[in-house]
């Protein structure tokens, strides 16, 4: 096969908004179209009508967009092979049971949910695998019952012959006994085809070449080669990629941190730290490498490097990912992001302050703290910049300085910064060291007063650094208020 041949498809149902491992599902095909020149498929598998949710097309169709995987053929963009939504293509899939019916190779059922239910209670009570007992095959029904109703049709799975072997990409050679597999429905009674139909018919008319999923399909997957066989199509090649588990090696739930993908978006994770911990979860360069740009990842994806052992989900992990790709992103970007909040509505900011070159003096200040880019991330880094006023919740003092040393040391502080005429980092450092030798005080307590009159908080970016985007007025107007509440406090005591 020359590599352009190659056809791969994500094929989600809209049962649900997509989770991270649907969204790997679809990273991987992805990926391997894109190094192979291939192309990528959005097929929309909607074929159980009961269990559609309202608004998930549009949810998995901008999860894919927000990490920009984009689809050569699909909903929106259309294509030779379409349509791409299942219930679209019922015409196709009926024509593919009348041939199966007039070969033999399957049969209209007349059971009754009861007559299953029962039949699956008496399997049980005699430890027989459960599955239907084929109680119709021979009974030659005919299409519609007496009411006009369509019937339900089944595969007839060929009773005896060789097991039927899955060979997998990932996980080599696995064999399925014929008597494990029932007669399975294809053909439910509302005229729509059940997975397994739609699915192996679907991949053969779009002429899917690798049929990359979860590993959770594989058990379906001897179904699906019977039906290959019995409609005279070639499979393609299968590859299930291995579960993903929370970190307690348990399955994957929200517990985890895990929630639907564009979730993680309204967090503030990035989509391109998102893509890059998502590719790891299942397949890796070398084993050490974790970050890694999107044009390596596509110019190294390969299906070699698919582990078979389940991946493991760590939340831990997703957030350092994020820190690495903020720190990396250009100044103006983040700045853009900060701009979109909504400062606005936030009591107390100075909308004076909500300019262009201020904000960019804020980002290079805080690009190497930000874990998040939300609002409530940016905003708890950056607010004591965009108040005019601090509203004080914290000991002026810090650790081991009492109040009244403290309130003298700030007084020493503002006529320091009155007198010097540059307020630049080269300068403020040496001169608050020089002053605290002469105070006789650690720099830890006299940069810690300073820290907590001038931010409000003890854990902010560097001191000097910050200082100097405060502005010398703003820092001297701050040593005043938070000085008059340490004499208030020293007078009170
Ligand atoms: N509709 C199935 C799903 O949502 C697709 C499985 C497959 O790729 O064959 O996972």
Partial sequence: MNESDIRVRYAPSPTGYPHVGNIRTALFNWLYAKHSGGSFIVRIEDTDQSRSVEGAIENILESLQWLGIDWDEGPIVGGDFGPYLQSERLNIYQEAVDKLIEQGDAYYCICSPDKLASMRKEQQKLGKPPGYDRLCRSAGHSRKDKSGLNRVVRFATPIEGPPVTTDDLIRGKVNVELPVIDDFVILKSDGFPTYHLANVVDDHHMQISHVMRAEEWLPSTPRHLLLYKALGFDPP?????????????????????????????????????????????????????????????????????????????????????????????PVEQLAEHIKGYNYHQKKDVSTSLLDNDYIKQIVELVQDRVRKVSSEEIWSLTSFLLVDDLNYSIDLNPKGLGKSETASAIRSVISELESTKDFNVSTLEPSLRELAKELNLSTRHLFGAIRLAVTGSNATPPLFETMVVIGRDRVIKRLHVALAILEEMGSTK
């Fill in 237 to 329: 090649i299968f590859a299930h990629l291995p579960m993903i588990l929370g970190s307690d090696r348990a399955k994957l739930s929200k517990r985890h941190g895990a929630t639907t993908l564009l979730e993680y978006r309204d967090e503030g994770y990035l989509p391109e730290a998102m893509l890059n911990f998502l590719v790891l979860l299942g397949w890796s360069l070398d084993d050490k490498t974790e970050v890694i740009p999107l044009t390596e990842l596509i110019e190294n994806f390969s299906l070699s490097r698919i582990g078979k052992s389940p991946a493991i989900f760590d939340i831990t992990k997703l957030e350092w990912m994020n820190g690495i790709y903020i720190r990396s992103m």
